[in-house]
């Protein structure tokens, strides 16, 4: 029997939506390579491990406890994830747990070379399974109650974020910032009141990294539709002009380091999510460009005036310039800016502060709890030999480490 017309559409939503999770599913390998390019090569392994590791954990405690949280489906409710729709809430739960899995993957570039591996495992199921599903919530899924309900209330419009400034990047920064500082700097990184930086170990797994991340986005940014009938070619380009716009910017601010330009690129991927559908492309180009200058400045400004040892720069990469991407969504999305309107700067300025606010109190709480009872950073003599031996008893190149070639 041929299938209705209502039939197809229901399938044609379920292969959009997958999609969109496997191309997000294709950036958490960026998240991988681009840390194994920024770490030094004795904690290579340590962080590819990690990054599969916090990606399984996320699977299961986002499928047994945040999206039910998130979305009010449980995982014994079998006529909405096995029948409904060709399984379409099934593919909604892989295509939300992808956003659920960047909090650790953003946490764990912060935090690299020093961490415990069992105790971030942890503390990646409490965010991914509990933490990020209830902000997630309550910002997102159920806009008729609390925060959001009085945002459009008082100030004509609830908080928007169509794919994740604020509610995915700038939570996930903002979450490792206490874990950084809680953690302290690396062996050497500061000493006698002097600065001395840790350069990366291979560029060319870092601009991989970014490259995947980059191409990944576009699943991550488009598809948040959420059904082929929403796809909006508006959101691509947004997207693309962000992008290309944090890239020039970090080019010129930063004099062509190779570093900062491919996480420039990163930096208008991330401030653009959140108005990507109600931007003009100037405006989104102009968000970029901003993200991209916040990123520079701020990791100089972060490791060297604060001292604050973030090895990758989440903070200032995720946490700053996802609040500035929600902000930005205020400013470029309102229709006298050319934008397509329905937004309220204050409501964007009160959810990104929401989001801080959150993101601060919980890590500090669950990452204070670890340090007081198991600890969380790596002993001096394990991070002198580096995580790979100390924790995974195999370096990146095994061959040439036990003198086989």
């Not at 953003?106 to 399974?129: D, L, T, V």
């Not at 229709?335 to 919980?362: E, K, T, Y």
């Amino acid at each position: 029997m041929d299938p209705t017309l209502q039939e197809l559409a229901a399938a044609t939503n379920v292969l959009f939506v997958l999609l969109g999770a496997v191309m997000i599913l294709a950036m958490h390998a960026g998240f991988a390579f681009l840390e194994v390019g920024s770490v030094r090569a004795k904690n290579q392994v340590n962080a590819l491990v990690k990054i599969l590791t916090d990606w399984s954990i996320s699977t299961l405690v986002y499928f047994l406890v945040g999206f039910p949280i998130a979305q009010g489906i449980g995982f014994f409710d079998t006529a909405q994830l096995l029948t409904a729709n060709h399984g379409l809430q099934l593919v909604r739960y892989f295509f939300y747990l992808t956003f659920a899995a960047c909090i650790p993957a953003i946490i764990s570039g912060g935090i690299a070379e020093r961490a415990r591996f069992w105790p971030q495992c942890f503390a990646a199921a409490i965010f991914a399974g509990l933490l990020y599903p209830t902000f997630e919530r309550f910002m997102w899924w159920h806009t008729d109650t609390g925060l959001q309900a009085w945002l459009q209330a008082t100030y004509g419009a609830p908080f928007h974020d169509f794919a994740g400034s604020v509610i995915v990047h700038s939570f996930g920064g903002w979450l490792a910032l206490p874990a950084v500082f809680l953690l302290g700097p690396r062996m050497g990184r500061y000493a006698a009141g002097k600065s001395h930086p840790i350069p990366a170990s291979s560029i060319l797994w870092l601009s991989l990294g970014s490259w995947v991340l980059a191409v990944g986005w576009f699943g991550f940014n488009v598809m948040s539709a959420g059904a082929i009938g929403n796809v909006s070619g508006l959101v691509a380009v947004n997207s693309l002009l962000a992008m290309v716009g944090g890239t020039l910017a970090a080019v010129v601010t930063s004099k062509t380091d190779p570093g900062f330009v491919h996480n420039g690129a990163l930096a208008g991927l991330i401030a653009i999510c959140a108005g990507s559908d109600l931007m003009h492309p100037l405006g989104a180009l102009a968000t970029g460009v901003v993200g991209g200058l916040i990123f520079v400045y701020g990791y100089t400004f972060v490791q060297e005036r604060l001292k604050i040892d973030d090895v990758l720069g989440v903070w200032p990469l995720h946490g700053i310039t996802g609040t500035w991407g929600g902000i930005a969504c205020g400013i470029f999305g309102s229709q006298c800016l050319g934008g397509r309107g329905g937004v309220s700067l204050v409501a964007q300025c009160i959810g990104a502060g929401a989001a801080i606010a959150v993101a601060l109190a919980g890590s500090t709480l669950v990452y204070g709890i670890l340090k007081a009872t198991v600890g969380i950073r790596l002993t001096p003599e394990e991070e002198f030999k580096g995580a790979d031996l100390a924790i995974h008893k195999l370096g990146a190149e095994p061959e040439k480490e036990f003198g086989l070639r």
